[in-house]
């Protein structure tokens, strides 16, 4: 018997040393998946702006923290042929979700010349041209940047998304670096 409570308290003491680092794991895990999906919604609207030769608008909507792919075969704005993801099925609170940069991070641009895209009317929409190019309304390539972490653990799950514009619309993500203290290109 006092082997057993012994073996008991050992796997106890064991349990409450991991259980931070599997919560760490599965944060730092959601926010990864929730940074594929924007990647992969980017890199969709592209490529379905050139297959339609059609403009496709990415639009990021952060008051329901959700994402809307339209134009082209998805339709207008608000159809039912909308691709829309929810941020909330990857097990996040909505509320968690942050668009910008945690407190006390540089603000300078991301190394390929992008930099944060200001919310309109609580959005971000990134038109992807039928030769996959971002424009602006002058018509001259427009680099884009998406900025997310969890407001619980800011930098810990700090995270970008680019959209060269001048580039064809290549998309890069891009993780928070606390060793660095800025953000690197994930490969």
Same mark, same amino acid.
């Given at each position: 018997m006092p082997e057993m409570l012994i073996v008991v308290f050992i796997i106890a003491i064991v349990g409450v040393i991991a259980l931070p680092g599997i919560i760490s794991s599965r944060r730092l895990s959601q926010f990864t998946e929730m940074q594929k999906q924007i990647a992969s919604s980017l890199s969709e609207a592209r490529q379905e702006a050139m297959l339609q030769k059609v403009p496709v608008t990415f639009r990021y909507d952060n008051i329901n923290k959700i994402i809307i792919t339209y134009g082209g075969n998805f339709?207008? #704005? +608000? *159809?039912? @042929?909308?691709?829309? &993801? *929810?941020? =909330? @099925?990857? +097990? #996040?609170?909505? =509320?968690? &979700? &942050?668009?910008?940069? $945690?407190? @006390? &991070? =540089?603000? =300078? $641009?991301l190394y390929d010349t992008s930099n944060l895209t200001e919310l309109t009317e609580n959005s971000v929409e990134i038109v992807f041209q039928p030769d996959g190019s971002v424009v602006d309304t002058a018509n001259s390539p427009r680099n884009n940047a998406l900025f997310f972490y969890n407001k619980k653990y800011p930098k810990d799950a700090a995270f970008a998304v680019s959209v060269l514009g001048g580039g064809g619309g290549r998309v890069k993500g891009w993780r928070y670096s606390e060793s660095i203290k800025d953000y690197v290109e994930k490969k």
């Open positions: 339709g207008m #704005l +608000g *159809d039912a @042929g909308n691709r829309v &993801i *929810d941020f =909330s @099925g990857f +097990g #996040l609170e909505k =509320s968690d &979700i &942050i668009y910008g940069r $945690p407190h @006390g &991070i =540089s603000e =300078s $641009p």
